[in-house]
Protein backbone atom coordinates (compact mmCIF):
# COMPACT_ATOMS: atom_id res chain seq x y z
CA UNK A 1 0.00 0.00 0.00
CA UNK A 2 1.09 3.27 -0.83
CA UNK A 3 0.12 7.02 -0.01
CA UNK A 4 -1.80 9.14 -2.28
CA UNK A 5 -3.12 12.41 -2.42
CA UNK A 6 -5.78 12.96 -5.84
CA UNK A 7 -8.05 15.47 -6.53
CA UNK A 8 -8.56 18.83 -8.28
CA UNK A 9 -8.91 22.33 -7.13
CA UNK A 10 -9.23 25.65 -8.34
CA UNK A 11 -5.77 25.45 -9.76
CA UNK A 12 -6.69 22.93 -11.90
CA UNK A 13 -10.72 23.06 -12.75
CA UNK A 14 -12.99 25.65 -13.31
CA UNK A 15 -16.28 25.83 -10.84
CA UNK A 16 -18.31 23.95 -13.57
CA UNK A 17 -15.94 21.06 -13.02
CA UNK A 18 -16.02 21.26 -9.43
CA UNK A 19 -19.24 21.57 -8.23
CA UNK A 20 -19.72 18.05 -10.16
CA UNK A 21 -17.38 16.63 -7.90
CA UNK A 22 -18.01 17.84 -4.48
CA UNK A 23 -19.37 15.42 -1.65
CA UNK A 24 -22.50 16.07 0.24
CA UNK A 25 -21.35 16.36 3.98
CA UNK A 26 -24.10 14.12 5.02
CA UNK A 27 -23.38 11.17 2.75
CA UNK A 28 -19.71 11.47 3.32
CA UNK A 29 -19.35 8.96 5.56
CA UNK A 30 -21.39 6.17 3.80
CA UNK A 31 -18.68 7.51 0.72
CA UNK A 32 -15.85 7.03 2.60
CA UNK A 33 -16.99 3.16 3.78
CA UNK A 34 -17.94 2.74 0.34
CA UNK A 35 -14.61 3.45 -1.29
CA UNK A 36 -12.47 1.45 1.67
CA UNK A 37 -15.03 -1.43 1.43
CA UNK A 38 -15.18 -1.72 -2.08
CA UNK A 39 -11.99 -0.99 -3.42
CA UNK A 40 -8.40 -1.93 -2.52
CA UNK A 41 -7.76 1.19 -0.49
CA UNK A 42 -7.06 0.52 3.06
CA UNK A 43 -7.18 4.49 4.72
CA UNK A 44 -8.93 7.28 3.08
CA UNK A 45 -9.89 10.86 3.72
CA UNK A 46 -11.94 13.40 1.75
CA UNK A 47 -11.43 16.98 1.85
CA UNK A 48 -14.46 18.92 0.06
CA UNK A 49 -14.62 22.17 -0.22
CA UNK A 50 -15.98 25.56 -2.59
CA UNK A 51 -12.45 25.37 -3.94
CA UNK A 52 -11.31 21.61 -3.75
CA UNK A 53 -12.20 17.91 -3.88
CA UNK A 54 -9.24 15.76 -2.38
CA UNK A 55 -8.95 11.93 -1.26
CA UNK A 56 -6.00 11.50 1.04
CA UNK A 57 -5.68 7.74 0.62
CA UNK A 58 -2.97 4.28 1.25
CA UNK A 59 -3.94 2.07 -1.56
CA UNK A 60 -2.30 -0.42 -4.45
CA UNK A 61 -3.05 2.55 -7.08
CA UNK A 62 -4.14 5.29 -7.53
CA UNK A 63 -6.68 5.12 -10.56
CA UNK A 64 -8.28 3.02 -7.97
CA UNK A 65 -9.59 6.43 -6.05
CA UNK A 66 -9.85 8.02 -9.09
CA UNK A 67 -11.85 5.86 -10.82
CA UNK A 68 -13.90 5.46 -7.65
CA UNK A 69 -14.61 9.17 -7.69
CA UNK A 70 -15.64 9.16 -11.34
CA UNK A 71 -18.19 6.69 -10.95
CA UNK A 72 -19.35 7.64 -7.64
CA UNK A 73 -20.46 11.12 -9.01
CA UNK A 74 -21.48 9.20 -11.91
CA UNK A 75 -19.45 10.85 -14.50
CA UNK A 76 -17.42 8.84 -17.25
CA UNK A 77 -13.88 9.26 -15.90
CA UNK A 78 -12.02 11.32 -18.78
CA UNK A 79 -14.36 14.07 -18.13
CA UNK A 80 -12.96 14.63 -14.82
CA UNK A 81 -9.08 13.42 -15.59
CA UNK A 82 -8.32 16.42 -17.33
CA UNK A 83 -8.20 17.96 -14.22
CA UNK A 84 -6.92 15.49 -11.68
CA UNK A 85 -3.85 15.49 -9.95
CA UNK A 86 -1.92 12.40 -8.38
CA UNK A 87 0.77 13.08 -5.95
CA UNK A 88 2.36 10.16 -4.68
CA UNK A 89 4.05 9.59 -1.27
CA UNK A 90 6.58 12.97 -0.56
CA UNK A 91 4.41 14.90 -3.17
CA UNK A 92 1.30 13.66 -1.30
CA UNK A 93 2.81 14.65 2.03
CA UNK A 94 4.23 18.02 1.16
CA UNK A 95 0.85 18.92 -0.72
CA UNK A 96 -1.32 18.55 2.39
CA UNK A 97 1.41 20.63 4.47
CA UNK A 98 1.17 23.47 2.42
CA UNK A 99 -3.16 23.02 2.03
CA UNK A 100 -3.26 22.98 5.63
CA UNK A 101 -0.62 26.16 5.89
CA UNK A 102 -2.58 28.28 3.38
CA UNK A 103 -0.18 28.04 0.53
CA UNK A 104 -2.42 26.31 -2.03
CA UNK A 105 -5.79 28.63 -1.18
CA UNK A 106 -7.10 30.82 -3.56
CA UNK A 107 -6.49 33.51 -0.39
CA UNK A 108 -2.87 33.05 0.11
CA UNK A 109 -2.76 32.36 3.90
CA UNK A 110 -6.53 32.47 4.91
CA UNK A 111 -6.78 29.63 8.14
CA UNK A 112 -10.43 28.30 7.27
CA UNK A 113 -8.43 25.85 5.39
CA UNK A 114 -7.25 23.83 8.61
CA UNK A 115 -10.75 23.85 10.26
CA UNK A 116 -12.25 21.89 7.27
CA UNK A 117 -8.85 19.78 6.92
CA UNK A 118 -9.39 19.21 10.65
CA UNK A 119 -13.11 18.22 10.23
CA UNK A 120 -12.02 15.85 6.95
CA UNK A 121 -9.84 13.77 9.80
CA UNK A 122 -12.95 13.66 11.85
CA UNK A 123 -15.55 12.48 9.39
CA UNK A 124 -13.03 9.73 8.20
CA UNK A 125 -12.26 8.85 11.85
CA UNK A 126 -16.16 8.63 12.91
CA UNK A 127 -16.45 6.44 9.41
CA UNK A 128 -13.86 4.55 10.89
CA UNK A 129 -11.47 4.80 7.68
CA UNK A 130 -8.26 6.79 8.98
CA UNK A 131 -6.29 4.44 9.90
CA UNK A 132 -3.21 4.58 12.06
CA UNK A 133 -0.53 6.10 9.14
CA UNK A 134 -3.35 8.52 7.78
CA UNK A 135 -3.86 9.50 11.60
CA UNK A 136 -0.48 10.65 12.04
CA UNK A 137 -0.41 11.89 9.01
CA UNK A 138 -3.05 13.92 9.51
CA UNK A 139 -1.58 15.03 13.47
CA UNK A 140 1.87 16.21 11.28
CA UNK A 141 -0.48 18.30 9.15
CA UNK A 142 -1.91 20.19 12.12
CA UNK A 143 1.26 20.36 13.85
CA UNK A 144 3.37 21.77 10.88
CA UNK A 145 0.17 24.28 9.68
CA UNK A 146 0.53 25.93 13.53
CA UNK A 147 3.99 26.37 13.08
CA UNK A 148 3.63 28.11 10.08
CA UNK A 149 1.51 30.43 10.94
CA UNK A 150 3.12 31.04 14.75
CA UNK A 151 6.47 31.54 13.24
CA UNK A 152 5.64 33.35 9.78
CA UNK A 153 3.63 36.04 8.93
CA UNK A 154 1.85 33.66 6.26
CA UNK A 155 -1.45 34.99 7.42
CA UNK A 156 -0.96 38.74 8.69
CA UNK A 157 0.93 40.65 4.99
CA UNK A 158 -1.74 41.64 3.01
CA UNK A 159 -0.86 40.21 -0.31
CA UNK A 160 -3.30 40.87 -3.08
CA UNK A 161 -5.90 42.88 -3.88
CA UNK A 162 -8.96 41.28 -2.90
CA UNK A 163 -6.86 41.36 0.51
CA UNK A 164 -6.55 45.15 0.65
CA UNK A 165 -9.83 45.67 -0.52
CA UNK A 166 -11.10 43.67 2.88
CA UNK A 167 -8.27 45.90 4.28
CA UNK A 168 -10.17 49.13 2.78
CA UNK A 169 -13.25 48.20 4.41
CA UNK A 170 -12.45 47.89 8.13
CA UNK A 171 -10.50 51.01 8.27
CA UNK A 172 -14.05 52.43 8.01
CA UNK A 173 -16.17 49.62 9.66
CA UNK A 174 -14.31 47.81 12.57
CA UNK A 175 -16.43 44.66 12.65
CA UNK A 176 -17.43 43.98 9.26
CA UNK A 177 -19.81 40.97 10.86
CA UNK A 178 -22.02 43.52 11.05
CA UNK A 179 -21.67 45.06 7.28
CA UNK A 180 -23.64 44.06 4.28
CA UNK A 181 -21.70 43.59 0.99
CA UNK A 182 -22.61 43.76 -2.35
CA UNK A 183 -20.22 42.68 -5.52
CA UNK A 184 -20.70 43.95 -8.67
CA UNK A 185 -19.37 41.49 -11.31
CA UNK A 186 -18.78 37.56 -11.40
CA UNK A 187 -15.38 37.40 -12.24
CA UNK A 188 -12.43 36.30 -11.09
CA UNK A 189 -11.42 39.55 -9.11
CA UNK A 190 -14.63 39.86 -7.68
CA UNK A 191 -14.61 35.84 -6.77
CA UNK A 192 -11.17 36.36 -4.88
CA UNK A 193 -12.74 39.29 -2.89
CA UNK A 194 -15.96 37.69 -2.08
CA UNK A 195 -13.62 34.41 -0.45
CA UNK A 196 -11.65 37.09 1.69
CA UNK A 197 -15.02 38.96 2.61
CA UNK A 198 -17.16 35.90 3.72
CA UNK A 199 -13.78 34.93 5.86
CA UNK A 200 -15.12 37.65 7.96
CA UNK A 201 -18.62 36.45 8.04
CA UNK A 202 -20.62 39.58 7.02
CA UNK A 203 -24.04 39.93 8.01
CA UNK A 204 -25.09 39.90 4.10
CA UNK A 205 -23.04 38.82 0.94
CA UNK A 206 -25.11 39.97 -2.68
CA UNK A 207 -23.34 39.68 -6.46
CA UNK A 208 -24.95 41.94 -8.77
CA UNK A 209 -24.06 40.13 -12.41
CA UNK A 210 -25.34 40.90 -15.71
CA UNK A 211 -25.73 37.07 -16.75
CA UNK A 212 -28.25 36.28 -13.25
CA UNK A 213 -27.17 32.72 -13.54
CA UNK A 214 -23.59 33.25 -13.12
CA UNK A 215 -24.16 36.15 -10.04
CA UNK A 216 -26.64 32.96 -8.21
CA UNK A 217 -23.53 30.56 -8.80
CA UNK A 218 -20.76 32.91 -7.15
CA UNK A 219 -23.39 34.05 -4.35
CA UNK A 220 -24.40 30.42 -3.62
CA UNK A 221 -20.65 29.51 -2.78
CA UNK A 222 -20.60 31.83 -0.05
CA UNK A 223 -24.15 31.62 1.21
CA UNK A 224 -25.03 34.85 -0.42
CA UNK A 225 -27.76 35.80 -2.89
CA UNK A 226 -27.66 37.46 -5.96
CA UNK A 227 -29.72 40.56 -8.15
CA UNK A 228 -29.91 41.89 -11.60
CA UNK A 229 -27.93 44.95 -12.61
CA UNK A 230 -30.70 46.78 -12.99
CA UNK A 231 -31.98 46.76 -9.04
CA UNK A 232 -28.31 48.05 -7.85
CA UNK A 233 -30.16 51.52 -7.96
CA UNK A 234 -32.75 50.97 -5.85
CA UNK A 235 -31.29 48.37 -3.19
CA UNK A 236 -27.94 50.35 -3.34
CA UNK A 237 -28.85 51.86 0.07
CA UNK A 238 -29.49 48.43 2.05
CA UNK A 239 -25.17 47.85 1.46
CA UNK A 240 -22.65 49.12 3.72
CA UNK A 241 -19.50 47.72 1.48
CA UNK A 242 -19.27 47.80 -2.26
CA UNK A 243 -17.08 46.08 -4.46
CA UNK A 244 -17.12 46.41 -8.50
CA UNK A 245 -15.02 44.81 -11.07
CA UNK A 246 -17.14 44.57 -14.45
CA UNK A 247 -16.22 44.69 -17.85
CA UNK A 248 -18.56 47.52 -18.81
CA UNK A 249 -17.52 50.58 -20.88
CA UNK A 250 -19.86 53.06 -18.79
CA UNK A 251 -19.97 53.68 -15.13
CA UNK A 252 -22.31 51.00 -13.08
CA UNK A 253 -22.93 53.58 -10.31
CA UNK A 254 -23.02 57.09 -11.20
CA UNK A 255 -22.98 59.93 -8.83
CA UNK A 256 -26.90 60.47 -9.03
CA UNK A 257 -27.03 56.76 -7.79
CA UNK A 258 -24.74 57.41 -4.85
CA UNK A 259 -26.38 60.59 -3.61
CA UNK A 260 -29.70 58.95 -3.43
CA UNK A 261 -27.87 56.22 -1.49
CA UNK A 262 -26.23 58.20 1.33
CA UNK A 263 -29.51 60.18 1.63
CA UNK A 264 -31.68 57.13 2.19
CA UNK A 265 -29.32 55.77 4.49
CA UNK A 266 -29.17 58.78 6.48
CA UNK A 267 -25.54 59.81 5.80
CA UNK A 268 -24.78 56.50 7.28
CA UNK A 269 -20.85 55.61 5.35
CA UNK A 270 -20.44 53.46 2.60
CA UNK A 271 -16.97 52.39 1.54
CA UNK A 272 -17.00 51.60 -2.51
CA UNK A 273 -13.97 50.09 -3.96
CA UNK A 274 -13.51 49.83 -7.96
CA UNK A 275 -11.50 47.29 -9.26
CA UNK A 276 -12.57 47.68 -12.87
CA UNK A 277 -10.92 49.06 -15.84
CA UNK A 278 -12.56 51.59 -17.27
CA UNK A 279 -14.48 52.70 -14.26
CA UNK A 280 -17.52 50.98 -12.61
CA UNK A 281 -18.21 53.83 -10.29
CA UNK A 282 -17.80 57.66 -11.24
CA UNK A 283 -14.77 59.28 -9.74
CA UNK A 284 -16.91 62.31 -8.57
CA UNK A 285 -18.52 60.20 -6.28
CA UNK A 286 -15.61 60.31 -3.91
CA UNK A 287 -16.33 64.03 -2.84
CA UNK A 288 -19.10 63.04 -1.01
CA UNK A 289 -18.66 63.30 2.17
CA UNK A 290 -20.41 59.54 3.71
CA UNK A 291 -18.99 57.93 0.67
CA UNK A 292 -15.04 56.22 0.93
CA UNK A 293 -14.09 55.84 -2.50
CA UNK A 294 -10.81 53.65 -3.51
CA UNK A 295 -9.27 52.78 -6.92
CA UNK A 296 -6.72 50.23 -8.52
CA UNK A 297 -4.08 52.63 -7.70
CA UNK A 298 -5.05 52.79 -3.94
CA UNK A 299 -5.25 49.26 -3.62
CA UNK A 300 -1.72 48.96 -5.89
CA UNK A 301 -0.32 51.18 -2.99
CA UNK A 302 -1.29 48.41 -0.16
CA UNK A 303 -0.16 45.20 -1.69
CA UNK A 304 3.43 46.86 -3.14
CA UNK A 305 3.87 47.86 0.44
CA UNK A 306 3.04 43.87 1.74
CA UNK A 307 5.02 42.53 -1.47
CA UNK A 308 8.44 41.89 0.30
CA UNK A 309 6.76 40.65 3.42
CA UNK A 310 4.90 37.84 1.79
CA UNK A 311 7.45 37.06 -0.57
CA UNK A 312 9.43 36.34 3.10
CA UNK A 313 6.63 34.56 4.80
CA UNK A 314 6.40 32.04 1.81
CA UNK A 315 9.91 31.55 1.92
CA UNK A 316 9.63 30.69 5.51
CA UNK A 317 6.91 28.60 5.31
CA UNK A 318 7.77 26.29 2.15
CA UNK A 319 11.57 26.31 4.12
CA UNK A 320 9.56 24.68 7.38
CA UNK A 321 7.67 22.19 5.26
CA UNK A 322 10.21 20.53 3.40
CA UNK A 323 12.20 19.93 6.81
CA UNK A 324 8.62 18.57 8.17
CA UNK A 325 8.75 16.55 4.87
CA UNK A 326 11.75 14.80 5.05
CA UNK A 327 10.80 14.39 9.35
CA UNK A 328 7.33 12.31 8.25
CA UNK A 329 8.95 10.20 5.56
CA UNK A 330 11.73 8.91 7.79
CA UNK A 331 8.70 8.27 10.23
CA UNK A 332 7.38 6.25 7.25
CA UNK A 333 10.19 4.51 6.10
CA UNK A 334 10.86 3.15 9.85
CA UNK A 335 7.37 1.77 9.50
CA UNK A 336 8.65 -0.82 6.97
CA UNK A 337 10.67 -2.12 9.44
CA UNK A 338 7.67 -2.46 11.79
CA UNK A 339 7.45 -6.33 11.11
CA UNK A 340 11.17 -7.56 11.38
CA UNK A 341 11.14 -5.18 14.92
CA UNK A 342 8.24 -7.29 16.17
CA UNK A 343 9.20 -10.82 15.43
CA UNK A 344 13.16 -10.21 16.55
CA UNK A 345 11.02 -8.93 19.48
CA UNK A 346 9.28 -11.78 19.89
CA UNK A 347 12.21 -14.08 19.32
CA UNK A 348 14.05 -12.91 22.05
CA UNK A 349 10.94 -13.31 24.49
CA UNK A 350 10.24 -17.02 23.66
CA UNK A 351 14.06 -17.61 24.46
CA UNK A 352 13.40 -15.24 27.42
CA UNK A 353 10.43 -17.46 28.70
CA UNK A 354 12.27 -20.73 28.21
CA UNK A 355 15.36 -20.06 30.01
CA UNK A 356 13.32 -18.51 33.26
CA UNK A 357 10.85 -21.67 32.93
CA UNK A 358 13.95 -24.09 33.52
CA UNK A 359 15.54 -21.75 35.81
CA UNK A 360 12.59 -21.63 37.97
CA UNK A 361 12.10 -25.18 37.55
CA UNK A 362 15.97 -25.84 38.65
CA UNK A 363 15.25 -23.43 42.05
CA UNK A 364 12.09 -25.73 42.99
CA UNK A 365 14.64 -28.98 43.17
CA UNK A 366 16.83 -27.25 45.17
CA UNK A 367 19.97 -26.25 43.36
CA UNK A 368 21.88 -22.99 44.52
CA UNK A 369 20.54 -20.32 43.13
CA UNK A 370 23.79 -18.59 42.58
CA UNK A 371 23.94 -21.72 39.93
CA UNK A 372 20.79 -21.47 38.75
CA UNK A 373 21.51 -17.34 37.44
CA UNK A 374 24.67 -18.27 35.80
CA UNK A 375 22.99 -21.15 34.21
CA UNK A 376 20.38 -18.64 32.71
CA UNK A 377 22.20 -16.05 31.99
CA UNK A 378 25.00 -18.20 29.58
CA UNK A 379 21.68 -20.25 28.35
CA UNK A 380 20.10 -16.62 27.34
CA UNK A 381 23.34 -15.34 26.11
CA UNK A 382 24.24 -18.40 23.91
CA UNK A 383 20.75 -18.34 22.54
CA UNK A 384 20.56 -14.46 21.33
CA UNK A 385 24.18 -15.25 19.65
CA UNK A 386 23.38 -18.08 18.05
CA UNK A 387 21.61 -16.41 14.93
CA UNK A 388 24.47 -13.78 14.67
CA UNK A 389 27.46 -15.97 15.20
CA UNK A 390 25.66 -19.06 12.58
CA UNK A 391 24.92 -16.69 10.09
CA UNK A 392 28.84 -15.16 9.99
CA UNK A 393 30.42 -18.88 10.41
CA UNK A 394 28.35 -20.24 6.97
CA UNK A 395 28.74 -16.89 5.42
CA UNK A 396 31.88 -16.59 2.71
CA UNK A 397 33.97 -14.14 0.75
CA UNK A 398 32.34 -10.40 0.28
CA UNK A 399 29.08 -11.29 1.78
CA UNK A 400 31.25 -12.93 4.89
CA UNK A 401 33.10 -8.87 5.24
CA UNK A 402 29.86 -7.11 5.02
CA UNK A 403 28.32 -8.97 7.30
CA UNK A 404 30.75 -8.77 9.89
CA UNK A 405 30.94 -5.25 9.27
CA UNK A 406 26.95 -4.67 9.64
CA UNK A 407 27.11 -6.93 12.82
CA UNK A 408 29.95 -4.67 14.25
CA UNK A 409 27.73 -1.62 13.56
CA UNK A 410 24.68 -3.15 15.08
CA UNK A 411 26.52 -4.08 18.70
CA UNK A 412 29.02 -1.31 18.77
CA UNK A 413 31.90 -3.35 18.23
CA UNK A 414 35.33 -2.30 17.57
CA UNK A 415 37.35 -5.58 16.21
CA UNK A 416 40.22 -3.92 15.35
CA UNK A 417 41.14 -2.19 18.52
Known sequence: MQLYALGLNHHTAPLAVREQVAFDPVRLPQALVELTQERAVREAAILSTCNRTELYCTAEAPDVAANWLAEYHKLQPQKISPY?????SRDAVRHMFRVASGLDSMVLGE?????????????AEDAGTLGTFLHKLFQKTFSVAKEVRSTTAIGANIVSMAAATVHLAERIFENLAEQKVLFIGAGEMVELCAAHFAATKPKRITVANRTPERGEALAARFGGDAMRLDEIGARLPEYDVVVSCTASPLPIIGLGMAERAIKARRHRPIVMVDLAVPRDIEPEISKLDDVFLYTLDDLGAIVESGLESREKAVVEA???????VDGFLHWMESRETVPTIRALRDSAERMRRHEVEHALKLLAKGEDPQRVLEALSHGLTNKLMHGPTAALNQSEGPSRTELSELIARIYHLHPGE
Do not use: D, F, H, N
Open 318 to 324: EAIISSR
Open 84 to 88: LYTLP
Open 111 to 123: PQILGQMKQAARV
